[in-house]
């Protein structure tokens, strides 16, 4: 049975702080058919419909294909050339209904939202992620600064409505990476720094900023050089005539190119502000300390303490209650609710005895060999040899996993060609000697001369680890690792769960950064021993959607190895997916799979704004949660998960745990092994010597081959063609 997981029980503190308990007034609604103009594309109906809830002048909620609000609708509002509405009188909403509960939820962050903006000037509301970020702008909210950027201090901010009618706000600290540069400044100040998504400085017809992966410098022609072909205007008309842009901020900008949804435009580099990341502070020395980079000092302002969390919270819950509801309660406090500490997983290396962590292959073995044969390709001092550390490393791993390895093959910078046709039979000529892995040693080099040499390699079906020299012995343990983890051999293995409710295949699933399933994701599986099967891409094209015959197909193919190896279908499938889960993104999946008898679970993981979970160690003082600390949210089919710690220096936690949240959206298995389940896959780290990597492994594994897979472009099928599935070339 599961609960006999759950066997160790702990009181668990959340930043949870109860606001009311919702009375018939506030569960009362006026209710409106909507019928949106023009009628919405099939899968669209919900977007549509929430469209036009942000468009009217009372504040409004979606109720499955309906709206609800508790002003009426003005009448010049009822109908105009986008939607058409008509009312339907008053509805009394139960919170007992998971469908209801979820547009009180949206309706009542709309409400927070909204009076925030209204009542506190020198602030900005932003809608992230379904909940809101309240952070302070200006030099008042600044925590720390520098040439180009600005850290704000701010507050994530969500709610929540039980099926007993009381709602409570979550509250934690958030902070805001904000530039007041251009891009434009950017490219100027600092041209080497990457940079990836970009938004408008003006607002849309909306009132929104619109946001844009960023991919270069387009031309050196003038804005004015520039034609739209569907506007039958250059582009700086489309700025001047349509967004009023001063002449000298258009005529002095750089033409760039921006994408959106696969398809490219140019734009202005005046006209955008880039969207600040800890990547790219990571890029920026820092003036305050010789040789230290400002992503550094970051780190050391962001982080806080689960105390300095939990009063910072109580203390904005307590001005919300008081300002948004007109509350005045005697005590605002942290939820106190009951967790348990799920049992710890089991890894095993070779000949599935128990190892610590991955680091103790080197002196148990791993527990699955692959390729066996390695090269070297040193581009730090042209000698032919690898760096003594990593050949130690590797020589020890393999004879204690008694294995034979080839590794005396080495090329220099002498060897490396500079022509494209002459390197293509370089790579090939290796491949032809069946080296399959290549360890690729080189001082700190930009992204641009790695890249080439990764594709190059991947082109002839050769998987790359590179290195910088100089590593000590814990570095070059993981190096290794990765290296033969890229050489499909499989370091660890979980002890399976004991329980016969259990999925036997777990497959990851990668998104984009609007959270859906799209060109290049990937997909990457694991038997319930931890055993990978490897990684799949699916067959769509680049403009198309990642839709549910596209999954299926992936799918299918995992399916399918998992038959290869053990003569028969797995009994049970665990599909896992980063984020909320799409409406009928799995449909045909399930229907195909349960014809085979197959059943499946799906459940969508989020790693961000869920709060923080902690312990009471008396009035007042807090502590994180254990590392498998579980708390279950039955109500909602979820469970809200800790599976990292925080770094500890000097016997004190930098920062605070940030727990996993997962919704089971589909099946029939118990949620106690589903969190068990997800608990072991996240210890699991075949890469990392000593950490592990809070996402469950198919998950952090599909997500960092997602990013690799769209650093390779447009001829992604091409280059991964001769590359083996199992090798898990994206550690």
């Known amino acids: ?76 509002q009822l109908k105009t050339p986008e939607w058409e509405l008509e009312e339907r009188g008053l509805r009394v909403l139960t919170c007992a209904n998971a469908q209801e509960r979820s547009a009180l939820e949206s309706f009542e962050r709309k409400r927070i939202g909204l009076r925030l903006k209204s009542q506190y000037k020198k602030t900005e509301v932003e809608w992230i992620g379904g909940g809101l970020l309240w952070w302070v702008t200006a030099q008042k909210g600044v925590e720390l600064s520098g040439e180009g950027w600005e850290i704000h201090r701010g507050r994530m901010i969500d709610v929540a409505v039980e099926p007993d009618g009381k709602l409570y706000l979550e509250v934690d600290i958030h902070y805001r990476f904000y530039t007041p540069w251009t891009l434009h400044e950017w490219l100027e100040s600092y041209p080497d720094v990457p940079i990836e998504i970009v938004r408008n400085t003006y607002f849309d017809a909306n009132g929104k900023r619109l946001t844009w992966k960023y991919l270069g410098i387009l031309s050196n022609q003038s804005p004015r050089e520039i034609r739209l072909p569907e506007q039958n205007i250059s582009l700086a008309e489309y700025h001047l005539q349509k967004y009023n842009a001063l002449v000298e901020e258009v005529e002095s900008s750089w033409v760039v190119e921006v994408a959106s949804k696969e398809r490219r435009y140019p734009h202005l580099s005046r006209r955008l502000s880039p969207a600040l990341t800890l990547e790219m502070l990571a890029s920026l020395e820092d003036n305050r300390s010789p040789g230290g980079k400002v992503s550094a000092a970051v780190i050391e302002c962001i982080r806080k303490s689960l105390k300095e969390r939990f009063e910072e919270s109580e203390e904005t819950a307590r001005t919300i209650i008081k300002e948004v509801y007109k509350l005045s309660p005697e005590e605002i406090k942290p939820l106190k609710t009951q967790g348990y500490i799920l049992p710890k997983p089991k890894l095993l290396g070779s000949g599935r005895r128990p190892v610590e962590n991955p680091a103790r292959v080197r002196y148990r073995g791993c527990a699955k060999v692959g390729e066996t044969k390695f090269a070297c390709l040193n581009l730090y001092d042209d000698k032919r040899e690898y760096p003594s550390e990593v050949l130690n490393c590797l020589l020890e791993v393999a004879q204690k996993s008694g294995a034979e390895i080839e590794v005396d093959f080495y090329a220099t910078q002498q060897d490396l060609p500079k022509g494209d046709l002459a390197r293509k039979r370089f790579w090939q000529t290796w491949a032809e000697q069946g080296i399959k892995t290549v360890l690729v040693v080189m001082p700190w080099s930009p992204n641009e001369r790695k890249q080439r040499i990764r594709m190059e390699a991947l082109e002839a079906g050769i998987a790359t680890q590179f290195m910088i020299p100089g590593a000590d012995p814990y570095k070059a343990l993981n190096v290794v690792l990765g290296l033969l983890c890229k050489a ?13 409710v259990g999925p036997e295949l777990i497959i990851g699933f990668d998104v984009g950064t609007n959270r859906r399933l799209y060109y290049g994701a990937s997909a990457f599986a694991v038997l319930a021993d931890g055993q990978s099967l490897g990684w799949e891409l699916p067959a769509v094209q680049r403009g198309e959607t990642f839709s549910g015959d596209a999954i299926y197909q992936t799918v299918s193919k995992l399916v399918d190895r998992f038959y290869d190896k053990l003569s028969r279908y797995p009994s049970k499938v665990l599909l896992m997916r980063d984020g909320l889960v799409q409406g009928g993104e799995f449909s045909r999946t399930i229907e195909e799979l349960e014809k085979e008898k197959i059943a499946v679970d799906i459940v969508g993981i989020r790693k961000s704004g869920t709060g923080r979970m902690g312990i009471e160690e008396g009035k007042g003082k807090y502590k994180d949660a254990k590392i498998g600390t579980v708390v279950f949210d039955y ?97």
């Open 1 to 76: 049975m599961p609960m006999r997981m759950l066997q160790q029980e702990v009181p668990v503190i959340l930043n949870r702080f109860l606001v009311k308990e919702l009375t018939q007034e506030d569960l009362t609604f006026y209710e409106y058919d909507c019928r949106p103009n023009p009628p919405p594309e099939l899968g669209e109906e919900q977007r549509a419909i929430a469209r036009v809830c942000n468009r009217l002048d009372v504040i409004a909620a979606r109720l499955g294909s309906r709206i609800i609000t508790q002003e009426r609708v003005s009448p010049s």
């Open 635 to 731: 109500s909602r089919k979820s469970f809200t998960l800790i599976t990292s710690q925080p770094i500890r220096k000097g016997g004190n936690s930098l920062g605070s745990a940030r727990p996993l949240r997962a919704i089971h959206e589909h099946g029939k298995t118990p949620l106690e092994v589903l969190a068990l389940q997800t608990y072991h896959l996240s210890q699991l780290h075949p890469a990392s010597g000593f950490q592990a990597c809070r996402l469950p492994w198919v998950l952090h594994f599909a997500d960092k081959s997602g990013k690799e897979f769209q650093r390779l472009g447009d001829n992604i099928f091409s280059i991964l063609q001769n590359i083996d599935r199992q090798k898990l070339i994206a550690v």
């Open 488 to 500: 499909a051999w499989q370091p660890v293995l979980l002890e399976p769960l004991d329980d016969p």
